[in-house]
């Protein structure tokens, strides 16, 4: 399963448009997907009290076992002055430091142009690898300009089809390396990967 955390409290908001298009992507592969939306399943403020041992139903709890349960993530955030939400950053400040460890992570922000919403991406970036996690190479940066007038532009859709392709190739190969050897559905005729780009090793 691949878990969407969504960092914008907006619900228009372009950060949202855009998770929804790697949502669609990811549905029609046949992989799971299920959207983990910080507004709305984490009202409360975190306790940092709860960080070592984290109370059973608490929201540090709950949200160590949404990305314990996936096998990728990705992670959506509006930028504000030139870096992620918030409430993104909360989420993430109360996750131990091994929680992303061998998931791979796609990466959006939504900013006023191109130059701040790529900057958030790079500092999620930095992020994901303190976590242990593995952000793919291709991330998207949009702008409300991807949307005109309403739909996503070709260039936004070329985009997250690299982003999508290499979540997905990284979570194959994943899973390829921690088969049995002696199950023939591993066998070398069975695998592809879901990117040309990207090679399985």
């Not at 878990?3 to 669609?24: C, D, N, P, Y």
């Not at 990811?26 to 709860?50: C, K, N, P, Q, W």
């Not at 993530?73 to 950053?89: C, D, F, I």
């Not at 130059?115 to 996690?133: E, F, I, K, W």
Request: with cysteine.
């Amino acid at each position: 399963m691949i878990l969407g955390i969504l960092g914008s409290a907006a619900r228009g908001s372009v950060s949202r448009r855009v998770l929804e298009l790697a949502a669609t992507r990811i549905r029609a592969t046949g992989t799971a997907y299920e959207l983990l939306d910080l507004s709305v399943e984490f009202t409360e403020r975190h306790r940092i009290d709860d960080y070592e041992n984290p109370p059973p139903g608490s929201q540090t709890a709950r949200l160590r076992a949404r990305i314990a349960e996936s096998s990728g993530v990705v992670l959506a955030t509006p930028v504000y002055h030139g870096s992620y939400s918030g409430l993104l950053k909360s989420a993430l400040d109360h996750l131990t430091g091994q929680s992303l460890a061998d998931r791979p992570v796609g990466l959006i922000s939504a900013g006023g142009g191109p130059r701040g919403a790529g900057t958030a991406c790079d500092q999620m970036r930095s992020v994901v690898r303190a976590l242990g996690g593995w952000a793919v190479p291709t991330h998207v940066a949009s702008t409300g300009g991807d949307f005109a007038p309403g739909l996503p532009l070709e260039g936004l859709h070329e985009r997250m089809d690299d982003l999508v392709a290499e979540l997905l190739s990284f979570r194959s190969t994943r899973r390829v390396s921690s088969a049995p050897a002696h199950d023939p559905r591993w066998a070398p005729e069975h695998l592809s990967c879901c990117s040309p780009s990207l090679i399985c090793h």
